[in-house]
């Protein structure tokens, strides 16, 4: 501790506030309350937090100090001692968490959330039947990052969408509206989707996807789109091309089939800010399928990071011809920099496919394709 005329100078205790909720919010949700000894000044200062993460950390910690019964009280009570306006909750609802925590308690907490312009919201739910989302949520309108896993998704009639939503992801999430489509409509900001998969399938379209004119960074499972699984590659193009500020694509093939498409493809060309695709789950035997993976490849000429994961479903029938010709004078345009190709089982389908991207023309000679194989 220095001296400053003879008085000790205390940095820590003299922490600006702002300064210090800054860190607080950096650390474990524990660590951040159990400042509260280092010094008189910082007793109450963790009541400032604007970010809340109730994770497997966090109720491992307290199962040691409390046990399990106590879970939703300690929460309530945390909620009730902040002082600050919270901007991010995070809720992690594993197995054992879930036999305890009362559906209630949830639903008041996302009803404190509601009136505290709460903007970034996580609620995951591991095992056991789906929470249902309170209606208080749609009330949240200042909410820009919504993530939901495994939940029943039920807006009222009321519900005109998140105006400022910025981020949405949804994994195992069941509609219960048959409209649910109209959701992206009134997400107007939308930058971000990563839509997973949903119940009923097919209850979101294309085209309505498609009306997300500002997303910079999409992700599908197609089997949970069009309430089909085959579709022609002319479709997956026409998507793409609805989004002029895309950044980056992901697209998980699982289960998907592609039909035939005599149809002329037209590529999209525009696409100047798009640097990253991710194909997913890709059944090498499907000519189709490879066709349109190096068609899609071809289209982004600024292209610098390239992910496939190769399908091991090993009973899909063979569509096609299993090695499609590549244009690689086409290809010659790619300013690859990271190149992934990651596969469950060897075979010679798959041996050919990384050859092929082998080929690949990349930014720098030295530039490497790491090929993942298991």
């Not at 400042?35 to 950390?57: A, E, G, P, Q």
């Not at 999430?173 to 009134?186: H, R």
């Not at 949970?224 to 590659?233: G, R, V």
């Not at 490879?290 to 569509?319: G, H, M, V």
Request: proline share 4%.
């Amino acid at each position: 501790m220095e001296l400053v005329h003879g008085t000790p100078k205390d940095i820590i205790s003299n922490i600006p506030d702002d300064v210090a909720t800054h860190i607080l919010d950096r650390l474990p949700l524990q660590d951040a309350v159990r400042t509260s000894i280092l010094s008189r000044n910082w007793r109450s200062k963790w009541t400032m937090l604007n970010k809340l993460v109730f994770d497997d950390n966090f109720f491992e910690y307290l199962l040691e100090i409390e046990g399990e019964n106590n879970y939703g009280r300690i929460i309530s009570s945390l909620l009730l001692h902040l002082k600050g306006v919270i901007t991010k909750f995070v809720l992690y609802i594993e197995e054992r968490t879930h036999r305890v925590l009362d559906v209630e308690d949830i639903n008041n907490w996302i009803l404190f959330l509601s009136r505290n312009g709460i903007k970034d919201l996580t609620l995951c739910k591991e095992n056991g039947p789906r929470l249902k989302l309170p209606t208080h949520l749609f009330s949240c309108l200042e909410l820009k990052h919504l993530k939901l896993v495994s939940c029943c998704f039920d807006p009222p009639t009321s519900f005109h969408g998140f105006p400022n939503l910025l981020s949405l992801e949804l994994r195992s999430v069941q509609f219960e509206s048959e409209n649910f489509g109209k959701f992206f409509t009134q997400c107007p900001a939308l930058e971000i989707l990563n839509f997973g998969f949903t119940f009923p399938v097919g209850n979101v379209k294309l085209a309505e996807i498609a009306k997300l004119a500002n997303l910079k960074v999409l992700s599908l499972l197609l089997f949970s789109l069009d309430n089909t699984m085959i579709t022609s590659s002319s479709s997956i193009f026409e998507l793409v091309d609805s989004f002029p500020k895309l950044e980056e694509l992901h697209l998980d093939f699982i289960k998907f089939k592609f039909i035939e498409d005599d149809a002329e493809k037209t590529f999209p060309t525009n696409f100047t800010c798009f640097k990253t695709l991710k194909l997913s789950r890709i059944d090498l035997c499907n000519g189709i399928m490879l066709s349109c993976a190096f068609d899609l490849i071809r289209s982004f000429s600024n292209l610098q990071t390239l992910e496939i994961t190769a399908s091991y479903w090993d009973d899909s029938p063979a569509l096609g011809n299993c090695s499609p010709e590549v244009d690689y004078h086409t290809m010659g345009s790619l300013q690859l920099r990271n190149a992934v190709f990651k596969d469950f089982k060897a075979s010679d389908e798959k041996l050919m496919f990384a050859m092929k991207l082998l080929k690949l023309h990349r930014a720098s000679p030295v530039a490497e394709i790491d090929l993942c194989w298991f």
